[in-house]
C-alpha cells in the first residue's frame, strides 16, 4: 500500500522526475529538489517552505498550494491559474517566476520579494495589497488587474495603464512613475 501523507518531513536533494510524489504533503520543508516538468495534479502541499528548487513547467492542473513559502526558487513557465483555487496562498522571495502566470487569480496580499517576473501575466488578476519588493517586471502584462493599496515603491521595468487597471491605493516612487506613463510615450527624466 503506497503512503500518500507526509507531514513535518524534510525532503532534500530529491529527483521528483524520477520519484512518486505522495499525495498531500502538511508543513514539510524541501531543498534542492527538482520540480522540473512534473506532473502534480491533485497533490496537496499546506504551509510547506521550498528552497532553491526547481519547479520549471511543472503542470499543476488542480494542485493545491496552501499558505506556502517558495525562496530562492526557479519557477519558469508556471500556470498558477491552473492550481486549485481553494484556500489558495503563497509567498515568493528571490525567485525567477518569468514567463509564468497569474491569470484571472485571486491572490491579494501576496508577497514577492526581489523576484524576477519577466513576462508574467497578470491579466484580469486581484493582486490587491500586494508587495512587490524589488521586483523586475520586464514585460508583465497587466490588463483589468486589481493593483489597488499594492505596493510598487522598489518595482521595476513595469508598464501599467492607470486607465486599464485599478490602482486606488498603490504605492509607488518617484523613481518608477514613468511606468505609468509607457502607453503615451513620454519621456521623464
Known sequence: MQE????????????YSSNTLKKEYENCHFKNCNFSNVLLPGTVFSECTFQDCDFSTAQLQKTAIRDCRFINCKMLGLRFEECETFLLSF???????????FYQLKIPKTSFKNCKMAQVEFSRADCSGSDFYGVDFSNASFGNTNLEKADFRSASSFAIDPEQNRLAGAKFSQENLSGLLTKYKLKVY
Not at 509567498?91 to 502566470?101: A, P
Request: hydrophobic share 30%; charged share 25%.
Open 91 to 101: 509567498s515568493f522571495e528571490s525567485c525567477d517566476l518569468s514567463f509564468s502566470s
Open 4 to 15: 500518500t501523507f507526509a507531514q513535518d518531513e524534510d525532503f532534500e536533494q530529491l529527483n
